[in-house]
């Protein structure tokens, strides 16, 4: 780095933590053409140096990693889309009491640090440096943050998702879209690692929890965009209305006016589940039905007069088969990974 260069960063903090980058002799033989330009530039780019050295060994002696917040790379996955104003205040206010209570996660490629979990926490320690500077404060505390390092040195972009929607899933904070969204495309990526991964591994693996969930968020996925741009603009967050909203089989403008009657509470998610009732069958599709059905209406007669409850549960299947025709295709696949995985999963105890 030369002068020009370190003279062209347009803040006196990215320019004392470039400097620091630095070894030592190129830093000390800078600081000497700096000097020569601006001795006021000198002054306080040495104060600013010497000011994170010193923060940064207290740091090392407590055993913990710090970074200037600036040298920080944006998550380049990032699921969380979403972040208020007021999301960024009050961890702010929060940091400024009870100081960071959680580091901020990073992975290390080459140079690079990237942000892998913590971003309201870096935009409040902006924000603290920011007030700071405009109370002429020199040397903010909050320039530097505190991290943990993700060791993994193969850092795929399957693991940025994953670890990030892991850390939004723990802490409740993303918006039903985003989540959405996020888990739609963290599980496309997992599954071109392992075709065979099964929805209910996923889940688990995601800190999803439910399965179940997976085939509503895809259902929200597939929705025009300006649906979707609906829902965030008015900041509307029910994931169950939204799903059966969704599910309807409507205008967009329609779709539209029900969110809004949500808002209102003039709109439940029973209301829009009775709605939701599956549409009437061709002659066709009634014949295919009745042809298919008498297989399970047969293995039903003959466990039930074995065992009532898994009777009970073949008449349950026989209900799950008569709806299919009129699930969608994404739903399909669902129920099909979800039938695989419980096969396996009966093979296994034979």
Known sequence: ????????????????????????????DLLVDIKAKSKPLFLKLSGKVQSQKNIASKDKEKGELTISIHAIKPHPYQPRKTVTEEEVIDRK??????????????????????????????AAYKALEAEDKDNGVENSEYS???????????????????????ENLSRNKMTVID?????????????????KLSVRKFASMSGLGSAGQISKYQKIVEQDSDFINYINEKGFDKLNIIYQVAKEDITVANKKELIDNAIAGNVKTSDLEKKNHKPKKSIAQKEN????NKGLEEGAKTQNSNNTTYGREYLELQEIVSKLPSASKNDLKVLLQNIQDITNQIQKMI
């Open 289 to 292: 039905n009745s042809s298919n």
């Open 1 to 28: 780095m030369n002068l020009d260069t370190l003279l062209a960063l347009d803040d006196a903090d990215k320019q004392a933590f470039a400097l620091l980058e630095l070894d030592s002799d190129t830093r000390k």
């Open 179 to 195: 989540t959405a969204f996020a888990v739609i495309d963290a599980y496309e990526e997992a599954l071109k690692a392992d075709n």
């Open 144 to 166: 530097l943050i505190k991290y943990t390092l993700r060791e993994k040195s193969n850092y795929s972009s399957l693991d940025y998702k994953l670890d990030a929607l892991t």
């Open 93 to 122: 206010e929060s940091i400024r009491e009870r100081k960071l209570l959680q580091p901020i996660s990073l992975h290390k490629s080459g140079d690079d640090y990237f942000l892998v979990a913590g971003q309201v926490r870096l």
